[in-house]
DNA sequence: CATCCACCTTCCAACGGTTGGAAGGTCAAT
DNA sequence: ATTGACCTTCCAACCGTTGGAAGGTGGATG
């Protein structure tokens, strides 16, 4: 399989397979004798587990340990739910961050008129020092 | 002024500061003569304007804007408001995003064992195509 | 006056994750 | 023989911030 098959079969970009092999979240491909990239269906499974893990909202870095523990079939499951649970709790924590400033801002835009008059309580907010 | 102390006023590093500058956000600096940068009080406000806009989420693009619409007194608040409104909008979107991961991760953490046997359901997750 | 230190200057590069382009090689079909 | 679809590598851009290097300036000390 050439690299726009493995692209097409896995949802991952050809650029960005190049990219990720580059990086070292993916082993580096085998080559044909024109030096094209080979792949097997093991390496199209690679390339969803990537896709997936990114879709949940891990980081590189994270992928590339959930990668290895994947790999090791000796791991054991607690570390894979520690970096999970690692990962909730950050994104828990930017929610919050994104709910308290929806919140100031809704506030905000519902004391402005919204009509040609200048004034407006969102930039004598912004403007304001806290 | 220099900009080291302005960068106290402020709340903005220096570095920052003449980032800021560079990429257009702030007017350029006045000038010493051994080529410092001069600030003014009205300076270090735009300053914090700035800062507060970035506490509240708004990208670089928008807070030049806002910027100028706050220092444009002939401004609508129409206009305020519906860039407002929008960002708002965005960060809801995003909330969004981050709440189904975390409900997702929740629950195949949640019928992951945790200790030392290899079996997790997150891994078989991530491992699946869907 | 020399020296020191804190400050200032500009320029260049990195982070993460992805996308784009340029310039060129390869392969199959027409 | 030429086209066109694919592949290769390398380099740069996006966003916002931070860091370092290499050098100039200002004011206080010895």
Request: with cysteine; hydrophobic share 35%; charged share 35%.
């Amino acid at each position: 399989m050439k690299i726009g098959e493995a692209a097409k079969e896995s949802g991952v970009n050809a650029k960005l397979i190049r990219h990720y092999e580059s990086i070292g979240i993916i082993p580096k491909a085998a080559r044909s004798e024109a030096g094209y990239r080979k792949y097997s269906e093991a390496d199209v499974h690679i390339l969803k587990f990537v896709k997936r893990s990114r879709a949940l909202g891990f980081s590189m870095k994270e992928i590339k340990k959930l990668v290895g523990l994947w790999r090791n079939k000796s791991r054991a499951s607690l570390e894979v739910k520690n970096l999970a649970l690692k990962h909730v709790e950050e994104m828990e924590n930017k929610i919050q961050e994104l709910q308290d400033m929806v919140r100031t801002l809704r506030h905000l835009a519902k004391n402005c008129h919204g009509d040609s008059r200048p004034d407006c309580p969102i930039l004598e907010d912004l403007a304001t020092s806290r």
